[in-house]
């Protein structure tokens, strides 16, 4: 039977067998990634996306034999480092995903990979620090420590030693934090509103406020409440709440991540019991809720309520636009709108439905550029893959700056924020939940 090129069929995602003997198999995982290098090498068509595909392909070409079987098997990590699971490959550009028969899950398998080197070697101080966002955050929005935090991360003398010291390079941007958070903020905002059924949604949402939503942009989650309450729909925020445990997926740190989902799963699911649907401010927070913590417990029926509550904001409001429970009256104009469609949100599988919201307000058109700003989380901010999430950034930057828009957004603030600081025509980065907020004049 002739092997079939390409798959017609919609991508079916396999559940992550983490807790079985051959997961962690290191032999097993080195046959895996030769199989699959070799299908990549014989591909190339994801080599635009990241370095992880470039990596492979000069590994691969400046071997003896050219093919995958001459590149030493120790530089197969080399590969996994460039990784920062966004998902693009499979989702967007790979023929080889399952259902068909070679069963290439690209970023699954780098996930593999990096747990079982963190099991076996751990990972630099540094890391464990960038990916420790929630502790990071009640540290730095402790009163008088806040202030001096935020002062050094503006010292160009700190930040040089910053750099030397702990690989955070000294130009990239690096959040603010808030003493005032947004779970401080929100607590006064909640309003009585009946929940009015809709489309598949309650009306009654609880808003998971996430690390960088609570201590570094507490007032986009302040826009949340303000805009679906104007919509008619009762918002609380979720009583307690950890970090989501993407940034340590990213790490392959998945003992950190099973303690995280055991003390958020429960809260969450709670929550959907009582009738509430979930969201979050950003989209990587939703996609680990409805895709990764899913596929590592398929069989947690908790882990699915969660799953089957949580929307995407936007979803949520064109969900309820469609049967006319969305106002359309905009005092305000937004002209023109760059749009970066993060990475976590494209893998979603929702369509555009930010810029769908946001072309309702008259006299604005929202332009969506489908390329990766290439931050990645912690990816932008490494003294070591800096220079290359910047040329990994530079084909959007360049189109926003070809457009010289009114405002530049993403779903995804740190993305914005990336961009912006490239850019020569845009100053800020305005989160859309923001620019829906002004153009309703709230």
Sequence with gaps: MAVREGSLEAPTRHPIEWKSDQFWDKQDLEQELERVYDICHGCRRCVSLCDSFPTLFDLVDESDTMEVDGVDKADYIKVVDQCYMCDLCYMTKCPYVPPHEWNVDFPHLMLRAKAQRFKEEGVPFRDKVLTNTDGVGKLATIPLVDITVNALNKSTGFRKVLESTLGVHQEAPVPEYHRNTLRKRAAGMVKPIEPVPMNGTTGKLALYATCYGNYNTPGIGEDFMKVFQHNGVMIDIVPREACCGMPKFDLGDLEA???????????????????????????????????????????????????????????????????????????????????QVSCHLRVQNIGLKTRDVLNLVPDTEVHAQERCSGHDGTYAVKKETRAKSIKIGRPIVRKVDQLEPKYLASDCPMAAVHIANLSEKVDEATHPMTLLRMAYGL
């Design 257 to 339: 991540v099973d303690t995280l989902k055991q003390q958020n799963i429960p809260v969450l699911a709670r929550l959907a019991d009582e009738g509430y649907d979930l969201t979050a401010p950003i989209p990587s927070c939703v996609l680990m809720y409805k895709q990764e913590l899913p596929l590592l417990y398929p069989d947690d029926p908790e882990v699915q309520k969660v799953k089957e509550a949580f929307f995407d904001p936007f979803e949520y409001l064109w969900l309820r636009h469609k049967e006319g429970g969305l106002k359309t009256e905009f005092p305000n104009t937004l002209g023109d709108v760059a749009w």
